[in-house]
């Protein structure tokens, strides 16, 4: 009997063994993710498509004098929880679209709904793609590219537009349930803590679809201060970022200091330079001509490509594709940009955006890195306690107050942008000219970052007005221009 005890509690412990063995193998990974996992708590191990191709901007619209707008989707989950609906309406086999006159789509942000803006046009067949749609339906081919997905809450039925900007198509199916999406838009009515924006059309009765805000912000900015990721890691660091993005242990990687500070790390033709300016720049030259380019194969090696040396940062999200052609071969420049604390940023530093990747289908070319990271600073130096610094004195202005303090600005630019003289200016209400023309195409709550300091550098709170041909960056509290790009 005692022997027979003693056989089970050894086959107990050789179990044991393995179970916790099994469960290191399987959580190792994740803790050997590199250097930014830790320094820089990404979110994921893994970056999926359906990461990359997201809103960057929320207009929920309560009625026709109530709307709020969010930049992320953390807190309320409003992108998250249309996925799979609309994983659903993609693969319908009969599905109806009807197209809207334009005059009748302006009107549907009047009815309760929630509208999803993205940053650029996006392809409907890779949208359907990254919602995991196996066999897209009719909608890919009625309408192939979009910038805005609309949702109706109303009463009556559901239904879905699709939207580029010039097209409207209207998807209705009795399958549809936004159950879900009524509920949390309930909720967040409910609670009042939003602040509340205005179509400038129906407010102010200008020829204009831009929301404003007019009266005091319910959610000031918090203070933010950020740290340079790059110029602060110790070599040790360096070297296990280097064994990431080179795919090899540090012993067969070749070393370069420079005199300025910067390092370089060179495996066969892989070249990874650390700037001192806190810039990371990958290089792995072409091995044969790319001579037909595609844009889903490209996504789906960018995001391996991040999830397997670069790390994903939270709040990254795809600003930008632009086609290139580098000798005789064909691919994409693909930018992306972040966000701190669920708010856009947008950078001082005119040489570098935050992610660039070259993507020539599966082989990434080159990729440069530029974050900086949210220190999570106390303004009591208490940290222990929850950080939502909000400054104090001073009174944010909302995004109204910042168009009327700088309207001769903004008439001066109009002008510039569109060649007229003054002298040649006979509209003797050319504000309201200005305002009511599509001149002013979006105006966008953000943090900008003077990139200055590569630590506690303190982030500026700002009312990003962006026209046709540049973006103007206005001090929240004070109203001044603190950045333009043209």
């Known amino acids: 009997m005692r022997e027979r005890i003693k056989t089970f509690l050894l086959i107990s412990l050789v179990g ?37 191709i997201i809103p960057n901007k929320y207009l929920v619209n309560f009625s026709d004098k109530n709307h709020t707008i969010f ?40 009815k309760r709904s929630i509208s999803f803006y993205f940053p650029n046009k996006i392809n409907t067949y890779i949208l359907a793609k990254a919602l995991d749609v196996k066999e897209p339906n009719l909608i890919v081919d009625t ?20 939207s580029d900007g010039e097209k409207h198509i209207a998807i209705y199916d009795e399958s549809i349930d936004v159950a879900s999406l009524t509920q949390q838009v309930s909720m967040i ?64 990687i070749g070393e370069i ?8 790390y060179r495996y066969n033709q892989r070249v990874l330079k650390l700037n001192v ?30 999830s397997k040396s670069a790390g994903v940062q939270k709040g990254m999200y795809l600003a930008k594709v632009e086609e290139i052609k580098i000798d005789d071969s064909f691919g994409y420049n693909l930018t992306f940009r972040y966000r701190v604390r669920g708010i856009p940023i947008i950078l001082g ?29 106390s303004v009591d130096k208490d940290i222990n306690k929850p950080v939502d610094n909000i400054p104090s004195g001073g009174k944010m202005l909302s995004s109204f107050d910042v168009i009327d303090r700088n309207i001769d600005f903004i008439v001066q630019k109009y002008l510039e942008e569109n060649n007229i003289s003054l002298e040649n200016q006979e509209d003797l209400d050319i504000k309201e000219k200005v305002l009511s023309s599509s001149f ?17 550098d303190e982030l500026i709170g700002v009312w990003v007005i962006k026209t046709n041909k540049g973006l103007y960056a206005f001090d929240i509290y004070n109203g001044s221009l603190v950045y333009e790009k043209n």
């Not at 063994?17 to 099994?22: D, E, G, N, P, Y």
């Not at 803790?31 to 359906?50: A, C, D, H, I």
């Not at 001579?291 to 194969?297: A, E, H, M, W």
């Not at 002013?440 to 506690?456: A, G, R, V």
């Open 257 to 264: 200091g420079e005199n300025n500070g910067s390092t370089i």
């Open 189 to 252: 009515e409910e609670s009042g803590n939003y602040n509340f924006y205005h179509s400038m059309r129906d407010y102010y009765r200008l020829d204009n679809d831009i929301y404003v805000t007019n009266n005091d912000m319910k959610n000031p900015l918090p203070t933010v201060y950020v740290e340079n990721e790059i110029r602060n890691l110790d070599e040790k660091e360096k070297e296990k970022l280097a064994e990431k993005f080179l795919n090899i242990g540090i012993d067969y």
């Open 440 to 456: 002013i195409q979006d105006i966008t709550l953000s943090y900008f970052d003077p990139c200055l300091k590569d630590i506690e």
């Open 143 to 162: 309408i192939p590219n979009i910038n805005n997905i609309y949702v109706y809450l109303g009463e009556g039925d559901s239904f879905f537009v699709f």
């Open 16 to 52: 044991i063994s393995l179970l916790f063995t099994k469960r290191l193998w399987i959580e190792l990974p994740n803790e050997m993710l590199g250097v930014f996992s830790r320094r820089n708590e990404t979110y994921k191990t893994s970056y999926l498509l359906s990461d990359m």
């Open 349 to 377: 530093n005119e040489m570098v955006d935050f992610v660039q990747i070259e993507v020539f289908n599966d082989h990434v070319r080159s990729y440069k890195h530029f974050i900086r990271k949210d220190m999570n600073k």
């Open 71 to 110: 930049y992320d989707d953390s807190k309320h989950g409003l992108w998250t929880n249309s996925r799979k609906i609309l994983n659903g309406i993609l693969r319908l086999k009969d599905v109806k679209v009807v197209e809207l006159p334009n005059d009748e789509f302006l009107t549907y942000n009047g």
């Open 277 to 306: 300016n806190g810039t990371l720049e990958y290089f792995h030259p072409l091995e044969q001509a790319v001579k037909k380019r595609n844009l889903y194969q490209s996504l789906i090696t960018a995001a391996e490509f991040i």
